[in-house]
């Protein structure tokens, strides 16, 4: 039996993630207040919900103390830092701190912003870019680096939907995953749904994928 987390598991991708993941998995839904219990999807399993402070790593560790797997599906907004997110990982790994065993896998929902262009820039940078969600572009960036420059070890996964991630998207069963490049300006022109997105979370969590995924469906749209 897998114990999973889910941090944020009352949004768009964090509700698809536990509505998908499993029969085996044990999961424990982390929630923002006690009124988002009647956000969470309805669903026949069991699951274990836990108030949390994301900010607070004792609150944290009330819900990963125990997990093997730690699903980031948080969506911060507004104009937060550009290390918001790096910091939030960091307090996950704070609080799981297990006295024995490995530290849980951490399966993170990442951001197009942290896309690589082929002149060495960012997709968070591109004029194209939604200056709205700018903040979080940027903070995705810099998460990205974070874990690839392997200061946490291997122990992670990053997954990246393009920037036309459609939260009312079908379901297809049809995505597919690659690995970060230099130049991942084509996977600009891909979309995927929540859906499908929140399949390949499942499946990095069952096959613990590692590393940097870009994950989208087969086709490129068409404009």
């Given amino acids: 039996m897998t114990r999973v987390t889910i941090l944020g598991a009352t949004g768009r991708s964090g509700?698809?993630?536990l509505e998908l993941l499993p029969p085996h998995a044990r999961i424990t839904a982390a929630l923002r207040r006690p009124g988002d219990r009647s956000r969470l999807p309805a669903t026949e399993r069991e699951i274990t919900e836990v108030v949390v402070d994301v900010e607070d790593p004792v609150s944290l560790r009330r819900a990963v103390a125990d997990a093997d797997v730690v699903v980031n599906a948080v969506r911060m907004r507004g104009d937060i830092d550009p290390s918001a997110l790096?910091?939030?990982?960091?307090?996950?790994?704070?609080a799981a701190d297990p006295p024995s065993g490995p530290a849980p896998f951490i399966v993170t929902v990442g951001g197009a912003g942290s896309l690589r262009l082929p002149d060495?820039?960012?997709f968070w940078q591109s004029p194209a870019f939604p200056e709205r969600t700018l903040p979080r572009g940027r903070a995705h960036a810099r998460l990205r680096d974070h874990l690839e420059e392997g200061r946490d070890g291997e122990n992670w996964a990053y997954l990246i939907p393009p920037p036309a991630f459609d939260p009312d998207g079908p379901r297809t069963?049809?995505?597919?995953a690659w690995p970060g490049t230099a130049d991942e300006s084509a996977f600009l022109e891909r979309s995927i749904g929540y859906v499908d997105f929140a399949e390949a979370v499942c499946t990095a969590v069952e096959e613990r994928w590692t590393g940097t995924r870009l994950v989208a469906g087969p086709e490129t749209r068409r404009v």
Avoid: P, Q
């Avoid at 790096?86 to 704070?94: A, D, G, P, Q």
């Avoid at 069963?173 to 597919?176: F, I, T």
């Fill in 15 to 17: 509700s698809a993630v």
């Fill in 86 to 94: 790096v910091e939030l990982h960091e307090r996950v790994i704070e």
């Fill in 120 to 122: 060495g820039t960012r």
């Fill in 173 to 176: 069963k049809n995505h597919r």
